[in-house]
């Protein structure tokens, strides 16, 4: 008998053991609580801290994450506007923001996963839906913004979140974005055709532009050339006319003495030592050089002084 009472004391205290270790729970500093009764939330939300409820399976205890978490590994092949296919992978910062709604409507992180996972990927349908491949695989220059897109999957996604999970998305990421393989080929040979033809049109524009310089600077090198010619012509011209005036002066002063000196300058420019003139009496150049008629600077015109 004492026997059957020691086992059922011994049961007691583990029973009773047992009852006060499940009555009591501890909240984390970076978690929430959120405790039920009957499958009902019981209000206020725990905080950090030590808790006591009433016995499982009577009251329930939620506790939930606080922190941001990331969400990857999102890759998944769409259908763009244009009927061409196209792999995107990306990523979800998220955070619960409503403890409360989160728990009646999804409970635990493993089932937040998930429909964050399918809301992530109906969003990206959508938006991928309304683009061109060539938004997301560029062909030629005009490549969309990838944070554009990324955008706006985060506007698909983030209202919906808060009002159905108490999630709050704070940021949707595109990680990747490419053709799946069997395409690859003929979209690269397309993509070389594309980039040749920009090529070759920015060196027919280039070819272009260097037509038109060189004709502006054979233009400019010809209004300068002629600018020159124009002033050194009219620079010659007022040197010729300033010269006519100063032998004009210098004739009309002494034209005996000029004549002399023209002859003299006639005479240097025909005569040196091997030169040998026969000339009559009687011409201009003989004249100066028998050494008879030399005129002096300020004689009177038509008097020579001959010398002996």
Known sequence: MSRRKTIAAAAAVLFAGAVAWDIHYVIDESEQGILTNFGKIVPPVKGPGLHFKLPTPISMVYKIDRRVRPLTGLKQEFITEDQKNVLVDGYLLWRVSN???????????????????????SSVGIVVSNKSRDAFVSLGLAHEDMAKIAGEILDQIKSVAASDYGIDVLRAGLVEYTLPAENRPSVIKRMISERARIAARYRSEG???????????????????????????????????????????????????????????????IIDKNTTLILPADNELFKYLDGRTVPSPGQPPGQAQAQE
């Open 99 to 121: 403890p409360v709604r989160f728990v009646e409507a999804i409970r635990t992180e493993a089932n937040a996963v998930k429909r964050l996972s399918d809301l992530y990927r």
């Open 207 to 269: 070819e272009e532009r260097a037509i038109g310089i060189e004709a502006f600077a054979i233009n400019e090198h010809q209004k300068i050339m002629a600018a020159a010619h124009a002033e050194a012509t009219a620079i010659l011209g007022r040197a010729e006319a300033d010269a006519l005036k100063t032998l004009s002066a210098a004739y009309r002063k002494d034209p005996a003495f000029y004549k002399f000196i023209r002859a003299l300058d006639s005479y240097d420019s």
